[in-house]
Protein backbone atom coordinates (compact mmCIF):
# COMPACT_ATOMS: atom_id res chain seq x y z
CA UNK A 1 0.00 0.00 0.00
CA UNK A 2 1.32 3.40 -1.08
CA UNK A 3 1.83 6.40 1.67
CA UNK A 4 1.59 8.97 -0.93
CA UNK A 5 -0.36 9.00 -4.16
CA UNK A 6 -0.17 11.40 -7.14
CA UNK A 7 -1.80 11.40 -10.28
CA UNK A 8 -1.70 13.95 -12.73
CA UNK A 9 -1.59 16.72 -10.44
CA UNK A 10 -1.94 20.21 -11.87
CA UNK A 11 -1.99 23.16 -10.54
CA UNK A 12 -3.39 26.89 -12.84
CA UNK A 13 -3.74 30.14 -10.44
CA UNK A 14 -5.21 33.37 -12.26
CA UNK A 15 -2.84 35.93 -12.14
CA UNK A 16 -3.56 40.01 -12.47
CA UNK A 17 -2.51 41.16 -16.15
CA UNK A 18 -1.26 44.86 -15.29
CA UNK A 19 -2.47 46.81 -18.27
CA UNK A 20 -2.27 50.77 -18.30
CA UNK A 21 -4.49 50.92 -21.35
CA UNK A 22 -7.42 53.00 -21.88
CA UNK A 23 -8.97 50.18 -22.66
CA UNK A 24 -8.36 47.84 -19.80
CA UNK A 25 -8.70 50.48 -17.63
CA UNK A 26 -11.78 51.01 -18.53
CA UNK A 27 -13.13 47.57 -17.79
CA UNK A 28 -11.79 47.25 -15.18
CA UNK A 29 -13.84 50.48 -13.61
CA UNK A 30 -17.06 48.98 -15.84
CA UNK A 31 -16.58 45.69 -14.23
CA UNK A 32 -14.75 45.57 -10.91
CA UNK A 33 -12.60 42.79 -12.28
CA UNK A 34 -8.85 42.69 -13.48
CA UNK A 35 -8.09 41.24 -16.28
CA UNK A 36 -6.01 37.97 -15.47
CA UNK A 37 -4.00 35.55 -17.33
CA UNK A 38 -3.34 31.66 -16.79
CA UNK A 39 -0.53 30.46 -14.56
CA UNK A 40 0.44 27.24 -14.89
CA UNK A 41 2.54 25.72 -11.31
CA UNK A 42 2.29 22.55 -11.67
CA UNK A 43 1.75 20.38 -14.99
CA UNK A 44 0.77 16.59 -14.77
CA UNK A 45 2.80 15.57 -11.75
CA UNK A 46 2.52 11.75 -10.87
CA UNK A 47 4.14 9.79 -8.61
CA UNK A 48 3.91 7.04 -5.42
CA UNK A 49 5.67 6.86 -2.19
CA UNK A 50 5.63 3.90 0.18
CA UNK A 51 6.56 3.52 3.50
CA UNK A 52 9.69 4.06 5.03
CA UNK A 53 11.15 5.48 1.83
CA UNK A 54 12.21 9.05 1.15
CA UNK A 55 11.71 11.23 -1.57
CA UNK A 56 13.57 14.26 -2.48
CA UNK A 57 11.87 17.04 -4.42
CA UNK A 58 14.74 19.08 -6.20
CA UNK A 59 15.07 21.91 -8.88
CA UNK A 60 15.73 26.13 -8.88
CA UNK A 61 13.68 28.36 -7.22
CA UNK A 62 10.24 28.58 -8.96
CA UNK A 63 10.12 25.15 -9.97
CA UNK A 64 6.87 24.02 -8.03
CA UNK A 65 8.63 22.41 -5.26
CA UNK A 66 6.71 24.18 -2.32
CA UNK A 67 3.35 24.49 -4.18
CA UNK A 68 3.70 20.51 -4.74
CA UNK A 69 3.80 20.13 -1.43
CA UNK A 70 0.83 22.65 -0.26
CA UNK A 71 -0.93 20.37 -2.75
CA UNK A 72 -0.46 17.34 -1.27
CA UNK A 73 -0.98 18.90 2.37
CA UNK A 74 -4.15 19.75 1.21
CA UNK A 75 -3.77 23.80 1.67
CA UNK A 76 -3.61 23.89 -1.98
CA UNK A 77 -6.43 22.17 -4.24
CA UNK A 78 -5.45 20.68 -7.52
CA UNK A 79 -6.65 22.19 -10.63
CA UNK A 80 -7.26 18.77 -12.12
CA UNK A 81 -5.67 15.39 -10.55
CA UNK A 82 -5.90 13.70 -7.42
CA UNK A 83 -4.00 13.04 -3.71
CA UNK A 84 -4.05 10.12 -1.61
CA UNK A 85 -2.18 10.12 1.71
CA UNK A 86 -2.72 6.96 4.05
CA UNK A 87 -2.40 7.81 7.54
CA UNK A 88 -1.86 10.61 9.82
CA UNK A 89 0.03 13.22 7.77
CA UNK A 90 2.85 16.05 9.35
CA UNK A 91 3.13 19.31 7.81
CA UNK A 92 6.78 20.76 8.23
CA UNK A 93 5.98 24.47 6.41
CA UNK A 94 4.46 27.57 7.36
CA UNK A 95 5.18 27.55 10.99
CA UNK A 96 4.59 31.10 11.74
CA UNK A 97 1.11 31.20 12.60
CA UNK A 98 1.49 28.80 15.45
CA UNK A 99 4.36 30.59 17.42
CA UNK A 100 3.09 33.79 20.00
CA UNK A 101 6.03 36.45 20.06
CA UNK A 102 4.42 37.56 23.25
CA UNK A 103 4.25 34.38 24.96
CA UNK A 104 7.38 32.64 26.80
CA UNK A 105 9.47 29.97 25.12
CA UNK A 106 8.15 27.42 27.10
CA UNK A 107 4.69 28.71 26.61
CA UNK A 108 5.22 28.07 22.81
CA UNK A 109 6.21 24.47 23.45
CA UNK A 110 3.41 23.87 25.42
CA UNK A 111 1.29 25.36 22.35
CA UNK A 112 3.34 23.18 19.97
CA UNK A 113 2.76 19.95 21.96
CA UNK A 114 -0.83 20.46 21.43
CA UNK A 115 -0.69 21.58 17.96
CA UNK A 116 0.69 18.55 16.80
CA UNK A 117 -1.21 16.03 19.01
CA UNK A 118 1.80 15.15 20.77
CA UNK A 119 1.04 11.25 22.69
CA UNK A 120 1.28 11.75 26.55
CA UNK A 121 1.02 14.15 29.27
CA UNK A 122 1.37 18.02 28.05
CA UNK A 123 4.80 18.98 30.55
CA UNK A 124 6.35 15.93 29.87
CA UNK A 125 6.03 17.06 25.84
CA UNK A 126 6.68 20.72 26.73
CA UNK A 127 9.73 19.52 28.16
CA UNK A 128 10.73 16.79 25.94
CA UNK A 129 10.17 19.48 22.93
CA UNK A 130 12.60 22.08 24.74
CA UNK A 131 15.21 19.85 24.93
CA UNK A 132 15.19 18.52 21.59
CA UNK A 133 15.31 21.90 19.92
CA UNK A 134 18.06 22.96 22.15
CA UNK A 135 16.19 26.14 24.12
CA UNK A 136 15.95 25.26 27.65
CA UNK A 137 17.69 27.43 28.86
CA UNK A 138 15.41 30.08 27.06
CA UNK A 139 12.19 29.06 28.42
CA UNK A 140 11.51 31.98 30.73
CA UNK A 141 12.28 34.04 27.52
CA UNK A 142 10.14 35.79 25.32
CA UNK A 143 9.83 34.23 22.14
CA UNK A 144 10.15 37.33 19.77
CA UNK A 145 13.39 38.08 21.39
CA UNK A 146 15.07 35.03 19.61
CA UNK A 147 16.69 34.83 16.12
CA UNK A 148 14.04 33.42 13.44
CA UNK A 149 16.37 30.26 12.99
CA UNK A 150 15.38 29.39 17.05
CA UNK A 151 12.31 30.27 17.06
CA UNK A 152 11.39 27.66 14.33
CA UNK A 153 12.93 24.69 16.20
CA UNK A 154 10.10 24.05 18.35
CA UNK A 155 6.86 23.41 15.99
CA UNK A 156 9.92 21.97 13.74
CA UNK A 157 10.76 18.94 16.82
CA UNK A 158 6.94 19.08 17.75
CA UNK A 159 6.03 17.92 13.65
CA UNK A 160 8.79 15.37 13.91
CA UNK A 161 7.42 13.93 16.83
CA UNK A 162 3.38 14.15 16.06
CA UNK A 163 3.97 10.54 15.20
CA UNK A 164 2.54 11.17 11.48
CA UNK A 165 3.30 8.37 8.86
CA UNK A 166 3.61 10.73 6.54
CA UNK A 167 5.82 13.51 6.38
CA UNK A 168 5.50 16.74 3.91
CA UNK A 169 8.96 18.80 4.49
CA UNK A 170 9.94 22.36 3.13
CA UNK A 171 13.81 22.96 2.83
CA UNK A 172 14.37 20.75 6.33
CA UNK A 173 18.11 21.95 7.00
CA UNK A 174 17.42 25.64 6.37
CA UNK A 175 16.63 25.15 10.26
CA UNK A 176 18.90 25.88 13.23
CA UNK A 177 22.80 25.49 12.93
CA UNK A 178 24.87 22.59 12.19
CA UNK A 179 24.50 20.68 15.62
CA UNK A 180 20.40 21.01 15.55
CA UNK A 181 20.26 20.07 11.68
CA UNK A 182 22.35 16.72 12.33
CA UNK A 183 19.48 16.14 14.82
CA UNK A 184 16.87 16.43 12.09
CA UNK A 185 19.04 14.56 9.85
CA UNK A 186 18.81 11.25 12.61
CA UNK A 187 15.30 12.46 12.83
CA UNK A 188 14.41 11.21 9.54
CA UNK A 189 16.25 8.60 9.58
CA UNK A 190 14.75 6.97 12.71
CA UNK A 191 11.33 7.75 11.38
CA UNK A 192 12.37 6.39 8.04
CA UNK A 193 13.04 3.37 9.58
CA UNK A 194 10.11 3.19 11.61
CA UNK A 195 8.51 3.19 8.72
CA UNK A 196 7.27 6.71 7.85
CA UNK A 197 7.39 8.44 4.83
CA UNK A 198 8.84 11.54 4.01
CA UNK A 199 8.49 14.04 0.78
CA UNK A 200 11.46 16.59 1.14
CA UNK A 201 11.85 19.71 -0.76
CA UNK A 202 15.18 20.77 -0.70
CA UNK A 203 17.84 23.09 -2.84
CA UNK A 204 20.34 20.78 -0.75
CA UNK A 205 21.68 18.18 -3.35
CA UNK A 206 24.16 16.09 -1.17
CA UNK A 207 21.28 16.27 1.24
CA UNK A 208 19.24 14.29 -1.56
CA UNK A 209 22.00 12.18 -2.32
CA UNK A 210 22.71 10.69 1.08
CA UNK A 211 19.20 10.74 3.16
CA UNK A 212 16.45 10.22 -0.11
CA UNK A 213 16.15 6.63 -1.80
CA UNK A 214 14.56 8.63 -4.79
CA UNK A 215 14.68 12.27 -6.60
CA UNK A 216 11.28 13.96 -8.19
CA UNK A 217 12.99 16.74 -10.36
CA UNK A 218 10.94 19.90 -11.28
CA UNK A 219 11.49 22.64 -13.55
CA UNK A 220 9.11 25.33 -14.29
CA UNK A 221 6.19 23.13 -12.53
CA UNK A 222 7.08 20.09 -15.10
CA UNK A 223 8.05 16.45 -13.73
CA UNK A 224 11.46 15.73 -15.83
CA UNK A 225 12.74 12.98 -13.87
CA UNK A 226 12.17 10.70 -11.01
CA UNK A 227 14.37 8.12 -9.96
CA UNK A 228 17.72 7.04 -7.85
CA UNK A 229 19.72 10.07 -7.47
CA UNK A 230 22.26 8.41 -9.78
CA UNK A 231 20.78 8.40 -12.58
CA UNK A 232 19.25 11.81 -12.54
CA UNK A 233 19.96 13.83 -16.27
CA UNK A 234 23.40 14.50 -16.85
CA UNK A 235 22.52 18.23 -17.64
CA UNK A 236 21.51 19.46 -14.07
CA UNK A 237 23.99 20.73 -11.52
CA UNK A 238 24.61 18.68 -9.22
Known amino acids: MNAVTAKGIYKIFRLETPRSDVFSALIKFLSGHTP ?9 IS ?14 NGSGKTTLLKVLAGILRPTSGSVSLAGKKACLLGFSSILQDRLTVEDNARLCAVFFELEGPIRKNTSRLL ?21 IRLPFMAALNSGASVFLVDEALAVGDAAFQQ ?3 DKFRGLK ?3 AAIVLATHNLKLAETLA ?7 AGRQLFKGPFKDMPQGYDR
Open 36 to 44: RRPFTALEN
Open 193 to 195: AAG
Open 183 to 185: KCL
Open 213 to 219: DEVLLLA
Open 131 to 151: EEAGLEEFRQGRMGDLSSGMR
Open 47 to 60: FELVPGKILALCGP
